[in-house]
Nanobody
Framework: QAQLVQSGGGFVQAGNSLRLSCAAS????????MGWFRQAPGKEREYVGA????????HYVDFVKGRFTISRDNAKNTVYLQMNSLKPEDTAVYYC???????????????WGQGTQVTVSS
């Protein structure tokens, strides 16, 4: 049974940092591209970025470029989302997800984490 278990998140003031973790089990981690999405209240789930299978390539949406960094440790079957210079508009539930293909579409991702709340105060 494939499972993605997230940790991290919480409440921070604007300008501070948080790191989210996503630990995979029950799947061949190195076979999957790992993405991060987020969903703010009343909004659709949106793509944040992704990392390829060996960690050598990342992709980000414009509104997080230079602030967020995705990395992975294949020895630990874990992907990370380091979020710096957080803004109130980054407040959302964040999800990690696993996909065989490079895509920004949520429906391309086969497995999903349970989500973790990130709240940024002004």
């Amino acid at each position: 049974q494939a499972q993605l278990v997230q940790s991290g998140g919480g409440f921070v003031q604007a300008g501070n940092s948080l790191r989210l973790s996503c630990a995979a089990s029950g799947l061949i981690f190195t076979g999957y591209r790992m993405g991060w999405f987020r969903q703010a209240p009343g909004k659709e789930r949106e793509y944040v970025g992704a990392i390829n299978q060996d960690g050598g390539s990342t992709h980000y949406v414009d509104f997080v470029k230079g602030r967020f960094t995705i990395s992975r440790d294949n020895a630990k079957n874990t992907v990370y989302l380091q979020m710096n210079s957080l803004k109130p508009e980054d407040t959302a539930v964040y999800y990690c997800a696993a996909s065989f293909v490079a895509s920004t579409a949520a429906n391309a991702y086969r497995y999903w984490g349970q989500g973790t709340q990130v709240t940024v105060s002004s």
